[in-house]
């Protein structure tokens, strides 16, 4: 790459592309979590147990996806998953 202006430096500059590239997945991949979480809500909230088991087993899936690529901590996640679980099940008994 050729030189640039005084104090601009290279490895800043792709530095910086590579953040917003990153932070644009994180925030698709944040939006995916939002919506599996209002699709199990909405499944709750029907009373369709079949419904329910099959879109918690889509949020489990997104929630351990995320975690694994460090979007969001790995204990957030669990903390998620176990009380959308607890939240499936009730309707389920219910």
Known sequence: MAKLK???????????????????????????????TKDLAEAVKSGDSAKTVQTYGKMSSAWDKAAKKGVVHWKTAARKKSRLAKLALSAKKS
């Open 6 to 36: 005084t104090g601009r430096h290279t490895s800043a500059i792709k530095a910086s592309r590579q953040a917003e590239r990153r932070a644009q997945h994180n925030r698709g991949v944040r939006k995916v979590l939002k919506q599996v």
